[in-house]
């Protein structure tokens, strides 16, 4: 399994992707053996997924491929002829794309979906197709039922959509699968689960396989050997466990730093009340509306308590679904409560006057998920950085603008950046925008609803480090909701864990993670990948320990 | 900052054209080469030539002068039509994209049952009612055009309404009016200057229709639509008569639909790089 075999699976040379003239991938050459399990890691923008596209000749129009040669199986291809490539997707060559949400036809069936490749590329009978579909759901974790090939992607989690896929493609049998960031859409829990199943089950049948990821300590679990690459160039490659022990090239380096790794965290003043409090919460929503049938409301929370104080970050962790984001809506007021009370600095919300109501409710901000949508297109960042100082009457035009100035400078960004549009800004960028947004006003309450699961590894690292930063210097008060277990291990003091609208564990940060009660947490932390650092520099490979009776998931 | 360069093309041709008509008509407010309603009976049917550029028509009128006086009329007819429908529909589609609930079955109870009939049948309806009078023709136009405004501001605001940015304004405490009038207006404007400009070609073509089918503004006032009305009887042996009018109305078309497309191109800050 290594470069020197006699003949590998595929040996790819010299291959060079241009856009406009710029070079996007530059000269990239690497091999992978009968059965093998490679890893090509990078940031969003370092060509990992046009090198693998182009392979398949699935470049997006207007991107060619002019220099670049292939071997697979022994037969020579080129890769700027599309025809020649197009004749191996499918049973050949197999590709599992990033978002499951979109990669399924919603008009079609998932049998007819099934069926497609089947049909295309083999003369097999109905019967003996639909045997071998049921059996190949029953592989990937669904159940061998033909009822489910009369279902639509809708009717399915994100989970179960990516399986589907999966199976779709491991039908053909196809020789190599390329695997692009195969779980970056999905819940930490969900992902392990699918990436186990999707290599236990390549390995079975012998396919080799291209994991493309920005997520180093996640593939190096999977990956007998790692590529990295930066700005379309192979930087590094080698064995993941000497690649992680010895890296040699910076960018390497620089990404494994951005691991999350625990950091000492200076525990929070103590206060005499929390700055918000919130007791015995419950939100629902209300069903749809029936003739003649009572409605039935959904309870999204139930009896939820939490506290957070001055200075301190508390993470709310949980699957999708589990109904943390709707906490973090009801606290910014968004959506009301339906019983229990919330309390700023120890005054309840519900016996303020309206002035006092409307003091708090400008002294709670927001940081969203998504920073490609939470920016209005047409304004400029000057503009959106402005927008929550106009409704402080106590400035004026000349102070806010000093605000503005001030604030934009202290997530990092430079004046140069004030008059520009989102869209000329790249996603972590836009996340500096949306955190100086929300720190603009000073505010002593910010819900952070997962604010770096949108951004890759490095950019991650930098947004949790300014947030840990800007906390300090600010003092205000944070309420982190995340699925990911690794940003909890970076900025939070104290974690709840929820599950199905209540909260199942909470307690300080090290001892939740280091020691769970609840069998939901230790899920969780099974889940995420750990790599340790070594006295002697470099990291290793390690399996989580957890205290208390083994660690085996329930 | 700002990079000087040629405007595009579109831009450019769509401003040229109609740039000339809106002139002429402007000028024909105040001057034109001879008075466009003077009947001379001894120089009826002239091809063009050096004294009537443009030739006359069947009484022996200047067809330049009567393009010019018929060119404000079409225009400014066509203009207050889409000006009219876009103001009441933003407001309806807003009302009913925004509160949603009643208002917005309401709404889009009357928009839908006024889509159901052809925009043009609708319009003859009212002016038989109406009296084709100069604001009549506006205002039934008008109430032709209106559905399609409130149906795609409301579709905009719907979808709007439910974005991060929306949230996230709510959020820092913005009023309900103030989120309104600063991010889901201006976002909608994109789909609506496109609607507006096909619209305003929409309105040019109906109004000379009307005046075709002698229900637009009533003779002897010239419009595009009547002079080629009244061109069928010569068409023979006068064609100067249909082809003049005809390429204004052509021209017209062409200049609003490439000027359309530039603006929508212009005002949205997406498409610069």
Redesign the interface.
């Given at each position: 399994m290594s470069l020197d075999d006699a003949s590998p699976l595929l040996a790819v040379s010299g291959l060079t992707i241009e856009i406009n003239d710029k070079l996007v991938v530059d000269d990239l050459s690497f091999a992978v053996a009968e059965g093998e399990t490679i890893a090509i890691v990078g940031e969003s923008g370092s060509g990992k997924t046009l090198a693998t596209r182009s392979l398949l000749g699935l470049l997006p129009s207007g991107v060619n491929c002019r220099v670049g040669s292939m071997r697979f199986k022994g037969n020579d291809y080129r890769l700027d002829d599309l025809e020649a490539l197009k004749t191996l997707r499918g049973h050949s060559l197999g590709m599992i794309f990033q978002e499951p949400m979109t990669s399924l036809n919603p008009a079609l069936r998932i049998g007819q979906q099934l069926h497609e490749g089947l049909k295309l590329h083999t003369r097999l009978e109905r019967a003996e197709r639909e045997r071998r579909i049921l059996a190949m759901l029953e592989r990937v974790g669904l159940a061998r039922d033909r009822a489910l090939l009369e279902c639509y992607p809708h009717e399915f989690s994100g989970g179960m959509r990516q399986r589907i896929m999966i199976a779709s493609v491991m039908l053909m049998a196809p020789a190599l699968i390329v695997a692009d960031e195969p779980t970056t859409a999905l819940d930490a829990v969900v992902q392990r689960e699918v990436m186990e199943t999707m290599l236990a089950l390549t390995r079975e049948a012998g396919n080799a396989t291209i994991l493309i990821s920005h997520d180093l300590a996640m593939v190096a679990h999977y990956a007998s050997r790692v590529l990295v690459m930066c700005q379309g160039k192979l930087v590094e490659q080698g064995e993941t466990v000497a690649l992680l022990a010895a890296p040699r090239h910076p960018y390497t380096r620089k990404l494994l730093d951005a691991l999350p790794r625990r950091v000492a965290l200076a525990p929070p003043a103590p206060a005499e009340h929390p700055v918000l409090a919130l007791q015995r919460a419950v939100i629902e929503y209300a069903g749809r509306r029936r003739w003649f049938r009572p409605t039935v409301s959904k309870r999204a929370v139930d009896c939820v308590s939490l506290e957070v104080a001055r200075g301190e970050t508390v993470a709310l962790v949980g699957a999708s679904g589990s109904g943390k984001t709707t906490v973090a809506k009801a606290i910014?007021?968004?959506v009301p409560l339906h019983s229990g009370e919330m309390c700023f600095d120890g005054r309840s919300l519900a016996g303020m006057d309206r002035s006092r109501r409307?003091t708090w409710?400008?002294d709670?901000?927001?940081i969203?998920q998504?920073p490609f949508?939470?920016?209005?297109?047409?304004m400029r960042v000057r503009q959106i950085v402005d927008?929550?100082l106009?409704?402080d009457a106590a400035l004026d035009r000349g102070q806010r603008l000093a605000r503005v100035n001030e604030v934009i400078d202290e997530v990092g960004l430079g004046v140069e950046f004030l008059?520009r549009?989102p869209?000329q800004l790249s996603g972590g960028q836009r996340q500096r925008v949306?955190i100086a947004?929300a720190i603009a006003r000073k505010p002593r309450f910010i819900v952070a609803d997962e604010p770096t699961s949108a951004l890759d590894m490095t950019v991650q690292k930098q947004i949790l480090t300014l947030l840990v930063e800007l906390q300090r210097r600010y003092g205000f008060a944070c309420l982190l909701i995340t699925h990911d277990l690794g940003v909890v291990e970076q900025i939070a003091h104290r974690v709840l864990v929820m599950e199905q609208g209540r909260i199942v564990e909470s307690g300080e940060r090290d001892q939740v993670l280091d020691a769970p009660r609840h069998a939901y947490t230790r899920r969780l932390l099974m889940s995420l990948p750990q790599l340790a650092a070594r006295a002697e520099g470099g990291f290793v490979l390690r399996e989580r320990t957890l205290a208390g009776e083994g660690g085996a998931p329930t | 900052?700002k990079r000087l360069s040629l405007p595009p093309l579109n831009a450019l041709l769509g401003g040229l054209l109609l740039g000339i008509l809106v002139a002429a008509a402007l000028v024909g407010l105040v001057w034109t080469p001879f008075d466009p309603l003077r009947i001379n009976i001894l120089g009826r049917l002239q091809a063009p030539d050096t004294l009537h550029w443009l030739g006359t028509d069947e009484f022996g009128r200047d067809v330049l002068s009567r393009l010019m006086d018929a060119a404000f009329t079409t225009l400014s007819i066509s203009l207050l039509t889409v000006l009219a429908a876009v103001f009441a529909g933003v407001w309806l589609g807003v009302l009913s994209g925004y509160l949603g609930g009643l208002v917005d079955r309401l709404v889009m109870m009357i928009t839908n049952t006024l889509l159901a009939f052809p925009g043009i049948l609708l319009a003859l309806g009212l002016l038989s009612v109406l009296g084709n009078s100069r604001y009549g023709i506006v205002l039934a136009l008008a109430l032709a055009y209106t559905p399609s405004v409130v149906r795609i501001v409301r579709g905009t605001v719907r979808s709007l309404r439910e974005?991060?940015?929306v949230?996230?304004?709510?959020?820092?405490?913005?009023s309900e009016p103030f989120i309104l009038a600063r991010?889901i207006l201006?976002?909608c404007l994109a789909p609506l200057i496109v609607l507006a400009t096909s619209m305003l070609g929409w309105a040019i073509i109906s109004e000379s229709a009307l005046s075709f089918l002698g229900l637009g503004v009533p003779p002897p006032r010239p419009t595009w639509g009547n002079m080629l009305a009244a061109s069928r009887e010569n068409l023979a042996d006068a064609a100067w008569l249909a082809v003049f009018p005809g390429l204004c109305i052509s021209f017209a078309l062409l200049g609003v639909n490439l000027l359309g497309d530039a603006l929508r191109d212009f005002l949205d800050?997406?498409m610069?790089p």
């Open positions: 910014v007021g968004l409307r409710r400008l709670c901000q927001m969203q998504d949508s939470s920016l209005d297109p047409r927008e929550p106009r409704l008059e549009f869209h949306a947004r | 900052m974005s991060d940015y949230e996230a304004a709510r959020v820092m405490g913005h991010h201006p976002n800050p997406r610069k």
